[in-house]
């Protein structure tokens, strides 16, 4: 299943991702969308990607059906955001000695996460880390460049994904 996120004209943080005949709204960056994404700059990036494996919260929902490799997450997973360590955008245990977000956070916006695979083959000290779809937070409000649906679409959506789905981000 490939994966089409068309952004709003009127609106460019927000969106409507596509999947098979279903349309679904969703919220994008801050900055809305950028071929030219860089580290901080709030843009989700433009392109097409593909969609590495999935973590959910096991305490807070029940394992989504996909095809897509997945893996609980827990209380030490985080993402490396800091351009100039080893380890940029790549999953680290937490506590981490440079910049990382956690995936276990309070809120439920990481309750499930889907890696989009941009900028990791290979990593670009810079170009942009941890982008993911999402789980999005009420009002479909702005992300800092990931794809973010309502946990309903969301779990449908994954049920139509296997390795070789993708998600292309298109220009607005």
Not at 31 to 46: F, L, N, Q, R
Not at 150 to 169: A, G, M, Y
């Amino acid at each position: 299943m490939q994966l089409t996120v068309s952004p709003d004209p009127q609106n460019p943080t927000r969106g409507t991702l596509t999947c098979g005949t279903a349309a679904y709204p969703c919220a994008l960056g801050r900055s809305g969308v950028s071929a030219e994404k860089k580290e901080g700059d709030g843009a989700t990036p433009v392109g097409t990607f593909a969609l590495r494996r999935v973590f959910f919260r096991a305490d807070r929902l029940q394992r989504p059906k996909t095809h897509l490799p997945m893996t609980a997450a827990n209380p030490h997973d985080g993402w490396c955001d800091a351009p100039y360590s080893a380890s940029y955008n790549q999953i680290v245990r937490m506590p981490f000695p440079d910049s990382a977000e956690n995936l276990w956070r309070d809120d439920a916006v990481y309750d499930v996460v889907v890696v989009i695979g941009y900028n990791d083959a290979p990593v670009i000290p810079g170009k942009g880390s941890a982008i993911f779809m999402h789980v999005a937070r009420p009002g479909y409000a702005p992300t800092e460049g990931c794809v973010a649906l309502q946990l309903e679409d969301l779990l449908k959506v994954l049920e139509h994904l296997t390795p070789t789905s993708t998600i292309t981000i298109e220009q607005t």
